[in-house]
Nanobody, 138 residues
Framework: ELQLVESGGGLVQAGGSLTLSCAISGFTTDEFDDYTIGWFRQAPGKERERVSCLCRADGSSYHEDSVKGRFTASTDNDHGKSTASLQMINVKPEDTAVYYC??????????????????????????WGQGTQVTVSS
């Protein structure tokens, strides 16, 4: 079974930067191309919300308006390790939340799977990491 382990969270001042990592294990590096990677966050008392979506099958990606231009999702599949990252710059206090990475199988064939028109909801993802806390101080 796939396992996802996030790291990189912590306390950061507003305007600062942070990079979250998600180490993925349990499949071959070739199989990584079959998956869509989502980043989500959940602040206290709020519902889990989408942050970004990245489909390795068709190369599409989408970042929600709340983070667009400040957060960048990426993946790496080198040296036998599969990882997803979320680079965060110019962070704001409202970015404070527990951040989760998640995986789901991408439909085949697919074109522009992650887009404004559509991107998967949290319930559509099969595998989840344990979450990492990001706290932004003002």
């Amino acid at each position: 079974e796939l396992q996802l382990v996030e790291s990189g969270g912590g306390l950061v001042q507003a305007g600062g930067s942070l990079t979250l990592s998600c180490a993925i294990s349990g499949f071959t590096t070739d199989e990584f191309d079959d998956y869509t990677i989502g980043w989500f966050r959940q602040a206290p008392g709020k519902e889990r919300e989408r942050v970004s979506c990245l489909c390795r099958a068709d190369g599409s990606s989408y970042h929600e308006d709340s983070v667009k231009g400040r957060f960048t999702a990426s993946t790496d599949n080198d040296h036998g390790k599969s990882t997803a990252s979320l680079q965060m710059i110019n962070v704001k206090p409202e970015d404070t939340a527990v951040y989760y990475c998640a995986l789901k199988k991408s439909p085949r064939p697919t074109v522009n799977y992650c887009s404004l028109k559509y991107r998967p909801e949290p319930w559509e993802y099969t595998f989840w990491g344990q979450g990492t806390q990001v706290t932004v101080s003002s």
